[in-house]
């Protein structure tokens, strides 16, 4: 892999997102978008990592371009692109909104707005607003969740939600994502894992998963890209946990990571093999658990030192045809180890957010640092 070009943006990042291809296309990831936080004022900024043209790939020297930003009210808690010239932000306001790109001039512009999505309900008035943690987006859906508890679907361009589940957990919900259209995923500050379906009328999770003994909380969750019912979380204490949600109620494996908070947890979208995770330690870590490394030891490299590595499967699948099982979640012994490699040269402040799209990897960090990479694979 090529090494990580810097670029400081003299502000704290909190999220960073590839811009979708157009359907249809091969071309490759040139434009992503980042939220800042725990600045004077904050940000969603969108940048160009350029085009390497005829120049070949080598051209590429890691001057991301800002092409345009826009003052966002409160730290983005989450970003995610709803399609390619539309953003949606969740911010410790409570508050839900999109903004658009608009490429002709390079700017951006609010398109909408849901104020006040999360709140605190009390007998004060008016209500006390709650941070949204998260948002995931099918367009034209979009689902929030927020340290109230509460679950909000909208759909572009209704005024109001379509659906909200007021009182959906009684602790913090840190992350969401769709698990197939009408169903989604979040995870909560006491290591549970809910699954929830829009198609039915009670307000009440379809199934629920935990991690058993400690009640650790849950800060980020990824979903398989073939396989649905594949599930990766990451939460405070650095471990990084596979679920296979049509079995049981616990994870399938808990694989020992960061030494702090995991951050983001990331398949890639055409190579689910790779997984990428990021963590307040300051470190980024790509995961290859392809099948051609069941012969290999496991390693994990680090400047230039390797050491054993080895996960722990609590669940076998004894009756599931082995050959289309996913390679995350085979209890083969010859494949219970797989080559982790950390992406950042040295440890920095918190890596609070990655994203990765065909080659391409982006993060960004409390350093005030973006990093990119444009060969992951190579």
Known sequence: ???LYAKFVSQKISKARWRPPPAGTLHPADTFATGSWDNEENKVSLWSIGDCGNSGPDSYEGDHQLLCDITHHGDVMDLQFLDQERIVTASSTGCVTIFRHHPNNQTLSVNQKWEGAHHHAGLASPCRSAPCTSVACNNPEIVTVGE????????????DAVRTIDNADSSTLHAVTFLR??????????GQLKIWDFRQQENEPSQILSLTGDRVPLHCVD???NQQHVVATGGQDGMLSIWDVRQGSMPVSLLKAHEAEM?????H?????HLFTCSEDGSLWHWDASSDLSEKPSLFHQGGRSSSFLLHSTVNHPHINQSI?????STDPAKDRMEITSLLPNKTLSVNSLDVLGPCLVCGTDAEAIYVSRQLFA
């Open 1 to 3: 892999m090529e090494p």
């Open 181 to 190: 259209t009408p169903e989604i995923l979040t995870v909560n500050s006491i």
């Open 223 to 225: 979903r398989h890209p």
């Open 263 to 267: 951050w983001e947890v990331h398949f």
């Open 325 to 329: 099982v996913s390679s995350w979640l």
């Open 269 to 273: 979208p055409s190579n689910p093999d």
């Open 148 to 159: 109230d508890g509460r679950i909000n679907l909208f759909r572009v361009d209704h005024k």
